[in-house]
């Protein structure tokens, strides 16, 4: 398969430079204005000073934007994955109609597939290696629009080759279709793994209330085995995680409100389901009936327990909370601590170590407002950090981005993925600029973003 002729790559001549956590505002920079550029040396010498006196538990995370080249697409999902191996960095991504693989750190573009012309579009996607060769597959779930069929779903998945960059990636039916209304929201897709490593078998949510999970064969070019763990959850919902929550073994699965309890035989066994969350939703969620929201876990506090993350993401003026993991997880009370409740569309949400002191942060993006406002006034998107501190508290909110009246960056969609192998996460994300120019007058553009993690380090010069 050829190079597609969609192209992304660096255009630094453009790129914006966003210094964060330096001095309490942004700075722009433009390296072809010399004006700009005069602005930014004595800025570097500011934040320079800045830097020479940090306080050790202070270590905040801070992000420089590269704005890649996007020629007409815009994408929708981003999920890292390895392709080339187990030590290969590398993003799938996809538009609905296309699904790419870009190589990092260069962003090198290469088709997966496309379905465009067949009347079909995917709907969820997910990596995982499928056929436990080293190199990650693709999951997704095939949309059938073709007019004269009636609408519905299959999952397929895509192998990848022994060279992905050269392809052809041979597609494989999971299951026969599924009859679906046109209108059904798209299911949720990860990955189960085995303790061995090998993968036996895949979760997903269809029609956001089937909650199932299916067993992939010996040979995964066979149909996979559908296993149903609730036939209809409580509510719709997005935002599925999975981990062992009460540490027995077995791997659990986690909704934003609930979280199930894998039986030690999940296949004729019952799944038990555990409440943790009593007011997750305070917005107009609560009313739809549907929660879009996204999950994580980890053990937050250090104290050995995993404790589970939920941040509303279809709001305006989303939650997002952490939840205590008590020493009985099934019968203990899970305390809600809220870290923020105004955030706004989130567009990347992760659980990591963002600012390299070994503790798991919670990195937040927003997308940005085009006509929507909150209170009457327009929303300016957030890169936020909320850094791991000892204390009563534990999270401090670092706001490592903020957008400005005149230039504003939002988080569509994204991933939080190492992008240079630098053993620090950074976000590679479709984005919107917003730009007032000096009659006031505002335009849109779509952006494909690299936000690179520069915690710590001197802000870069002028890389041109
Ligand atoms: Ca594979
Ligand atoms: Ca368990
Ligand atoms: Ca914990
Ligand atoms: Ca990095």
């Known amino acids: 398969m050829k190079r597609d002729t969609c192209r992304w790559k660096h255009s630094l001549q453009t790129a914006k430079m966003i210094l964060a956590g330096v001095s309490e505002f942004n700075v722009n920079l433009r390296s072809h204005s010399k004006v700009h550029l005069a602005l930014f040396c004595l800025l570097c010498l500011i934040s320079v000073s800045a830097w020479s006196r940090p306080a050790a538990s202070e270590i905040r995370s801070a992000f420089v934007r590269h704005e890649l080249e996007l020629e007409g697409t815009r994408l ?33 573009v290469y088709n997966i597939t496309s379905t465009a012309a067949q009347g079909v579009s995917f709907g969820a996607v997910a990596a995982a290696d499928i056929n436990n060769d080293g190199r990650d597959d693709i999951i997704t779930d095939e949309i059938s629009t073709a007019q004269d069929q009636p609408t519905s779903r299959r999952l397929v998945w895509y192998e990848c080759p022994s060279d992905p960059a050269k392809g052809p990636w041979p597609r ?180 990591t170590d963002v600012n390299g002191d070994k503790k798991p942060d919670v990195l937040v993006g927003e997308s940005l407002s085009r006509k929507h406002k909150v209170g009457g006034e327009r929303r300016y998107p957030r890169i936020i950090v909320f850094e791991w501190q000892a204390g009563k508290e534990p999270f401090k909110a670092n706001v490592a981005y903020r957008g400005e009246r005149e230039e504003s960056v939002g988080i569509e969609a994204g991933a939080v993925l190492d992008v240079n192998g630098d053993g620090k996460p950074d976000i590679v994300s479709q984005g919107a600029m917003l730009r007032e120019d000096k009659e006031k007058k505002l335009s849109f553009r779509d952006t494909l973003d690299w936000w690179e993690n520069i915690t710590g380090q001197k802000p870069p010069k002028d890389r041109r």
Do not use: C
């Open 76 to 108: 929708v999902k981003f999920l890292p994955a390895k392709f080339r191996g187990a030590n290969s960095r590398d993003l799938a991504v996809s538009d609905n109609s296309t699904i790419y693989w870009l190589s990092l750190p260069n962003f090198d």
């Open 172 to 351: 494989h039916e999971v299951e026969e279709p599924r009859p679906m209304a046109a209108m059904a929201d798209d299911p949720v897709t990860v990955s189960l793994k085995t303790e061995n490593g090998a993968l036996r078998a895949m979760l997903t949510l269809l029609g956001r209330r089937e909650l199932v999970w299916y067993e992939i064969p010996a040979d995964p070019v066979k149909r996979w085995t559908k296993r149903v763990i609730d036939a209809e959850t409580p509510r719709a919902y997005s935002g599925i995680s999975i981990a062992d929550l009460n540490a027995d073994g077995y791997t659990d699965v986690i909704l934003p409100e609930y979280w199930y309890e894998a039986p030690p035989d999940p296949i004729s066994g019952r799944w038990p389901r555990r409440k943790y969350a009593n007011a997750l939703l305070k917005g107009p969620e609560k009313e739809r009936n549907t929660v879009l929201a996204r999950t994580a876990v980890a053990d937050l506090n250090n104290d050995g327990r995993l404790d589970i993350v939920a941040l509303e993401t279809g709001v305006d003026t989303g939650r997002l909370v952490w939840y205590e993991g008590p020493t009985n997880a099934i019968a203990g009370y899970w305390y809600e601590h809220q870290l923020t409740g105004d955030i706004y569309f989130a567009g990347v949400f992760a659980v």
